[in-house]
Structure formats: C-alpha cells, structure tokens
C-alpha cells in the first residue's frame, strides 16, 4: 500500500473512530483546523498537502447532523480546491436517509438531496455502511461501497452462543437484513409486523414465526428512541421469548432511549461505534459497544488498491 499517497482526514462528528481506523492502516490523521466564526459558520482548512493524493474523510453525519455533514461538504470542497487526485467520503452513518421516497403529498426526498449535494461538492466515491434504504445507492452517480456490520455483530453473538436462538427482524423492511444474520448463525427466522402511527411513534401488531421458548434476537439497522425496540421486546415475550437480547449498527438513541433500554426486559443491545457514544450511555449496563474501524480500514485499503471489497461481505 502506498502509504504516502493515501491521506485520512476527519471532522469532529467521530474523531475517535478515524483515529482507530488510522491506526489500523499505520498512517498518521491529517491535519486540519475544524471551527466556528463567531456566527456559527464552520471555519476549515486542510494544513497539509494533499496534492494528487488519494484522500478519505471520516465523518458520520450523525447528531447535530445539519452541522457535520457542512463540515463534510467543505473539507471535501477543500480537498477538491487542494488538487487532491480522488475525494472519498467514509460515511458509517448516513444522515437524512429515512426519507428515500415520496410516501406523501408534499414532502422532499432528503436522502437524494444529500446525496447530489455529496457529489457536489466534490465525492469521487462514497464508502458507507448499512444505509437505512439500500437503494439510496442508486441516488449517487458515481461508485458507493455499501459495507455491512453484520460481520462484527455476527462474530459477537456466536462467541455468546446463545441458546435455542431465532433471529427476528422488527419490520417487513428488515428481512433482508435478519435472514442474514439467520444464514450465518443457521438459526430460525421470526418478522414483527409493526405499523408506524406517527414519525417516531410505531404500534406492534402481530409475531409472525414461533418464538416460543426461544432466546430472540432483534436485528435492525438504527436504534432511535427505542420505542419500537422495546414494544417488540415485550411482544416476543408476551408470545413466549425465553429471552430477548438485540443488535443494531447505529445507535442514534436519541430522546429517552437509553432510559427505556434500562427499564426494559431486554438482555442486552449491541450496537457499533458508527456514532460516537458517550460514557454515560454504556454506564447503563445493558449496551455493549463493539469497533468498525477494522471492517473501514479494510475497505479503504481495497479502495485505495483497487482490489475487491466484496470479500467484506463474506
């Protein structure tokens, strides 16, 4: 790997993992100066040479997302100005992603617009993980590298060994997602059948497949206040869960989430570091934190040879 050529920067959305994922490919963080003007505006400059280089910005556009993702318009706009040879975008957690169509009058296709503004201001290549609509793919005109946390997730859970285990996708959207989850721990399938009252307000309605004394593992791609989790925890035990544990690649846990976490039955939740989580948050017991910084910094050096990235998904 041309180590001289391959340049990593980050805003200040997840600083720590960009670090983790520097230190994995033994390259140094770039150097930059992230701010404000005294009105807010972001104040940003890149303070090396990235001249021909092959550049990758860490910057999950997580809470306040208005705020990261301009910080990660500019430094690419920055890079683009610096004559940098490829601009690549790592975006663990992408923002703005659960509005990808027109399901009513008069509402805009945020993730599209994102997406365009992404490209705009100067993405050679997107490299993200778990988008909350696979097809937000298709919104992009140039190459996205779609990685999945499921192999991290999965590697945990098989070391727990859990017993008598049924993996349950906690909506007809999240089938994908648990069969493979399923496929690779050769356990059973169970779909909740949810309705969605309201913008973070979701009612259960029926456990399709038998949970009946089994360990039930809730798969799903954002954990945000918790309500639908902890409504699908409570429908699985009522139909007879012995035990519910769940998983997710990005904990927003906004609002009461983690006190509704606390106050549940679940066993335990494990979610990924694609958004930075505070002490406070694992001080409750119940979260577990695992790294993605490996599964990034394996996609970037693929990225930057040119080899496959498929064999992450594997």
């Not at 910057?59 to 004559?83: F, G």
């Amino acid at each position: 790997m041309d180590r001289d050529r391959l340049k990593i920067f980050c805003g200040t959305a997840n600083p720590p993992l960009a670090r983790e994922i520097c230190s994995a490919l033994g390259v140094p963080l770039g150097q930059s100066i992230v701010d404000r003007f005294s009105d807010g505006e972001v104040h940003l400059q890149i303070l090396e040479n990235v001249r021909g280089a092959d550049v990758f910005v860490v910057q999950p556009t997580s809470h306040p997302v208005d705020k990261h993702l301009m910080e990660l318009l500019l430094m690419m706009d920055a890079l683009k100005r610096a004559s940098a040879r490829r601009i690549t975008p790592v975006i663990p957690y992408f923002g703005y992603s659960r509005q990808d169509r027109k399901d009513r009058p008069r509402v805009p296709i945020s993730s599209k617009l994102v997406s365009d503004l992404i490209m705009v201001a100067g993405a050679d290549r997107v490299l993200t993980m778990d988008l909350h609509a696979p097809q937000i793919q298709g919104f992009f005109r140039i190459p996205v590298d779609h990685l999945l946390a499921a192999p991290v997730l999965v590697d945990y859970f098989q070391q727990l060994n859990l017993p008598n285990l049924i993996i349950v996708a906690p909506d007809a959207g999240g089938v994908e997602r648990a069969r493979f989850f399923a496929k690779k721990m050769n356990s059973g399938l169970a779909i909740v059948d949810k309705r969605r009252v309201d913008i973070d307000v979701s009612e259960v309605m029926h456990v399709i497949g038998d949970v009946q004394g089994r360990t039930a593992l809730v798969v799903d791609d954002i954990i945000d206040t918790a309500g639908t989790l902890v409504k699908t925890s409570e429908a699985l035990l009522k139909h007879g869960a012995a035990a519910v544990y769940a998983c997710c690649t990005h904990p927003v846990l906004s609002g009461p989430a983690v006190e509704r976490i606390c106050k549940s039955d679940i066993v335990r939740v494990v979610v990924t570091n694609s958004i930075p989580i505070s002490d406070t948050v694992t001080g409750c017991g119940r979260i577990v934190v695992l790294s993605i910084a490996d599964l990034l910094a394996r996609a970037i050096q693929s990225i930057h040879e040119e080899t496959s990235v498929s064999t992450l998904f594997i």
